[in-house]
């Protein structure tokens, strides 16, 4: 980009804030040092230009008033689950203890983010394009399917897939949003905390209410299912949601009683880039079990295992 367009988008992104900043510039002395602070400054504006643009998309999300409810599976449920399913029971185990917490209200992704939302965001953060990352933070299949920055024809309403969990949470905070803490899933995925054993009920899954394993075998476009009571789609099934949350099978044992996260909440880019440790992902996926379809079922992730079947969804905080 030339100079000179640099400094229209300068101008039309100057309010008095910034005017004051741009005046205290122009007043050094060195004219080389003058042109290098110009230029950090220009970058910010636009970057944050780029997510404030994106942040008119709350229109996808849904209100979700916060309460209590009791998150987890006891003892006597676990059994009859290993017996309903056939996994041992070490397979549901991180699911125990039950435990009442308290969250607080936020707003929540109707939907998986697509593909056509992905694409908007690497247009606008070049950083997290196909090619750019370096090799320790994917694992070779980051946007495997995409040419560049374009992906498929016809799959804009594609849950994006072959993400990793920091592109994720780079995605969600560029739009001031971030990703669900496992809490926040569990409590939408079960209409604000009932007892149902799937997000439509206690109805074992079928072709008409989720796309999981045995159905076509590939993620389908969001939205292709009835929602749950929130109005909240793809819940149960399409991809694998991505959480905030590390990764551990005793968490609940020690789990904070308010707005629980195993992690921050917020990621700056050195802390972002540090995070090496499995997280939380919930919801299964196309190609996973009814078992995996539960509300309440944990499994992790890698954060750098782009695949197929893993995607996810953002939460924006209510703010007073
Ligand atoms: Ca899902």
């Known amino acids: 980009m030339q100079a000179r367009d640099l400094n229209s988008i300068v101008l039309k992104n100057v309010n008095s804030k910034n005017y004051t900043k741009i005046k205290a510039v122009y007043a050094l002395n060195s004219r080389a040092r003058m042109k290098r602070i110009l230029l950090v400054f220009i970058s910010a504006l636009m970057i944050q230009s780029a997510c404030q643009e994106a942040d008119s998309a709350d229109l996808n999300m849904v209100f979700v008033e916060g309460g ?42 109707k939907t998986e983010v697509t593909n056509a939302e992905f694409r908007k965001f690497l247009l606008e953060n070049p950083e997290w394009q196909k090619g750019r990352l370096p090799d320790s933070l994917h694992n070779g299949n980051y946007l495997r399917h995409w040419n560049n920055n374009v992906y498929p024809d016809g799959e804009d309403d594609l849950p994006v897939v072959n993400v990793t969990w920091h592109s994720a949470v780079a995605y969600c905070q560029c739009q ?23 997000p439509w009920g206690n109805a074992e899954p079928d072709s008409t209410k989720a796309n999981f394993h045995g159905g076509i075998g590939r993620p389908l476009p969001v939205k292709s299912f009835p929602p749950n009571e929130l109005g909240i789609f793809d819940l149960a099934g399409n991809v694998w949601e991505f959480t905030l949350d590390e990764w551990s099978q005793d968490y609940y044992k020690n789990s904070p009683p308010a707005d629980p996260v195993n992690g921050h909440k917020n ?24 078992v995996n379809l539960r509300t309440r079922f944990r499994d992790s992730h890698p954060p750098n295992g782009a695949g197929d079947h893993v995607g996810f969804r953002c939460v924006k905080e209510v703010t007073s």
């Open 68 to 109: 209590l409810f009791v998150m987890g599976t006891d003892s006597l449920t676990l059994d009859s689950l290993v017996d309903h399913y056939g996994f041992p029971k070490a397979y549901l185990a991180s699911e125990f203890p039950p435990h009442e917490i308290a969250l607080s209200s936020f707003f929540f992704g």
């Open 267 to 290: 990621y700056s880019d050195d802390d972002l880039l540090r995070v090496k440790t499995r997280r939380v992902i919930r919801g299964g996926s196309w190609g996973g079990s009814p």
């Open 176 to 198: 001031n949003k971030r990703l669900p803490t496992e809490a926040e899933w569990e409590f939408v995925a079960r209409n604000q905390g009932d007892m149902k054993k799937y």
